[in-house]
């Protein structure tokens, strides 16, 4: 396996989905992994010292294993399948080793925070890696302002979600988007982008129907 580094968080051009860039240590490889919005911004704050308002999830997880004086060892991005990337959390605890599945998303996103060495299967970089000298490099200002662009993605979906819904959407939806409006305005964006996702599900299969 290879250790990589994290060297930004940029859009895809063409999906505007977020992805994540890995590069190798010796500047062989790139690796980008694609990302859901939450977990872009969740990596760009821990890769740049920028804090959130609230701590987020990957906050309490990192003072949940302090307390129970467990640490991690390392995160492996171990497998590849149908475009989807695979990863694992080794955590340790006194003489006790436990091995997590996990998201390679959360699991780069904790490591960030707690100083963890990522590593990534020689059989994935074989598979989706992209040599340096064929590829151009994301500059940091191209990553920079990739991430601005994924705050106005998200400001943009979220007023969406919170508009009017339509003709003949379940009452239900009032009640969600009433909640996410909530939720926004105390800057509670994990539980803001459940309650989108959420309402984006009733109305695609209202509209469905």
């Known amino acids: 396996m290879t250790e990589m580094e994290v060297v930004g968080v940029a859009l895809e051009p063409n999906s505007n989905r977020p992805l994540v ?46 307390g129970l004086d467990a640490q991690v060892d390392h995160v492996l991005i171990n497998a590849l399948e149908e475009d989807v990337f695979f990863a694992e959390i ?3 605890s006194g003489e006790q080793t436990i091995e997590v599945d996990s998201r390679p998303s959360d699991a ?6 707690v100083g963890a060495p990522i590593y990534v299967k020689e059989s994935v970089i074989q598979e989706a890696g992209l040599d340096v000298e064929d590829e151009l490099d994301p500059s940091l200002e191209d990553l920079e302002t990739g991430l601005e662009r994924i705050g106005d993605v ?12 339509a003709e003949g959407v379940p009452e239900r939806v ?3 988007k009433a909640k996410l409006q909530e939720a926004v305005a105390q800057e509670e964006y994990e539980e803001a982008a459940k309650l989108r996702d959420e309402i984006g599900r009733i109305e695609h299969e209202s509209i469905d129907r």
């Open 21 to 66: 860039w890995l590069k190798d240590k010796d500047q062989r490889v790139f690796l980008p992994i694609a990302i859901g919005n939450f977990e872009a911004t969740a990596i760009y704050m821990a890769l740049y010292n920028e804090p959130p308002p609230r701590p987020i999830t990957y906050d309490l997880l990192q003072s949940i294993l302090e």
């Open 90 to 92: 080794s955590l340790s």
């Open 108 to 113: 780069i996103a904790l490591a960030l925070r």
């Open 154 to 165: 998200e400001e943009v979906e979220v007023a969406r979600a919170l508009e009017s819904p």
């Open 174 to 176: 009032v009640n969600l």
